[in-house]
């Protein structure tokens, strides 16, 4: 019984690491004004949250994050500010917390996107 609880263990370590979040993307909503119950839904009624994404790559994980500026409740959603890990690594966005262009910023989502800053 040993023997095969010790092959199982072993036959599982190779797997352990599948299971790791080697790209969390950070999430952080202004809601339009009234409307933050139904902006902050999708972080379980939170203002900001995280996700765990597939991604192999610092490339495949920061265009994961990019996906995640995309807006289409231009009524609810004012602005996101989105960040993102690999590895636990830091990824560079492009984008200040503001959204105003910065080389060293962490955030993907440029203030000047059409789907942001609409609200009615």
């Known amino acids: ?3 095969a609880i010790a092959l199982a263990a072993l036959l599982a370590l190779p797997f352990s690491n599948a299971f790791a979040a080697d790209c969390v993307v950070h999430i952080k909503r202004t809601a339009c004004a009234g409307q933050e119950a139904e902006s902050y839904k999708k972080c379980n009624g939170k203002q900001e949250c995280d996700t765990q994404e597939s991604a192999e790559s610092e490339a495949e994980c920061s265009a994961s994050a990019l996906k995640h500026c ?3 409740r231009l009524d609810i959603t004012k ?4 960040t993102a890990t690999f590895k636990g690594a830091a990824l560079t966005g492009g984008f200040a917390s ?3 262009p910065n080389s ?3 955030n993907f989502c440029a203030a000047d996107r059409p789907d942001l800053n609409q609200c009615k």
């Not at 602005?79 to 989105?82: E, G, R």
């Open 104 to 106: 060293k910023g962490a």
């Open 98 to 100: 503001s959204g105003k």
């Open 79 to 82: 602005y996101k500010v989105v």
């Open 70 to 72: 995309d807006n289409s």
């Open 1 to 3: 019984m040993k023997k």
